[in-house]
């Protein structure tokens, strides 16, 4: 069974640039989502898809980031413009569902670095 | 702020010690923890993981300790070999309003001396 996979593996970019980050999740996984990990945190959770409806993007920062899974498949993360303090990994993770006992299944991630 | 915490930024032992892993968590309404294990470079994986209606559950050289009590989850990793140097978190299932919300702590960096 493929596992997630991530594009690109490495981005570095100057701030106010923009950057878009790609991710295919397991075949079959119907819950998407995406996390950002700064060095030396925990991942934190920026958006989470349940097929092509947002089921969570509280942490989202709207006015910068965005997010789409048009056909409840693969994503795109986006951001536009990038902030020094993007820099981080964002992880693509995919899970069956939304219920209380699921394991995530994470991709390598994406290290953006914004300079 | 953060619903899940871990009291030790970095753990080093020795090859063949066993190895405890702590982590608090704040939340009551959450009813099930994974420890997930991330090797530089890769995302996290998948360990072990233990249901609020249970105090222990074993794996291979792995288990998980969980006190609702005090809120406190362990990992414990009996043998400890080099291939387990690696960070290691603990996450919850928050249920907020119908979806589970899976929410990680900041890790513990477990370093395995040969």
């Known amino acids: 069974e493929a596992g997630v996979a991530q594009s690109p593996r490495y981005k570095i970019i100057e701030k106010r640039q923009s950057v878009a980050f790609w991710c295919n999740p397991i075949?079959?996984?119907?819950?998407l989502y995406w996390y950002q990990q700064i060095l030396g945190q925990g991942p934190k959770l920026l958006i989470q898809?349940?097929?092509?409806?947002?089921?969570?993007d509280s942490q989202l920062p709207k006015d910068r980031f965005s997010a789409e899974r048009l056909k409840g498949v693969d994503s795109t993360l986006k951001i536009q413009p990038a902030k020094l303090e993007d820099s981080a990994v964002y992880l693509c993770?995919?899970?069956?569902?939304?219920?209380?006992?699921?394991?995530?299944?994470f991709g390598s991630g994406t290290q953006l670095s914004v300079l | 702020g953060e619903s899940v915490g871990l009291h030790l930024p970095t753990l080093s032992v020795q090859e063949g010690d066993n190895s405890i892993i702590n982590c608090a968590y704040s939340?009551?309404?959450?009813?099930?923890f994974i420890w997930y294990k991330q090797e530089s470079g890769k995302g996290p994986q998948f360990i072990i993981d233990?249901?609020?209606?249970?105090d222990k559950r074993q794996g291979q050289r792995v288990t998980v300790l969980l006190n609702k009590t005090v809120k406190h989850l362990s990992l414990q990793i009996a043998a400890t070999q080099p291939g387990d140097s690696a960070v290691y978190f603990c996450?919850?299932?928050?249920?907020?309003?119908?979806?589970?919300?899976?929410?990680f702590g900041r890790g513990t960096s477990l370093i395995v001396h040969p």
């Open positions: 993770a995919s899970s069956s569902g939304t219920g209380r006992n699921e394991k995530l299944f």
């Open positions: 075949s079959g996984h119907a819950t």
């Open positions: 898809f349940q097929n092509n409806g947002v089921v969570d």
């Open positions: 939340n009551s309404a959450s009813d099930y």
């Open positions: 233990i249901r609020s209606n249970m």
């Open positions: 996450a919850e299932n928050i249920p907020p309003g119908g979806s589970y919300i899976p929410t």
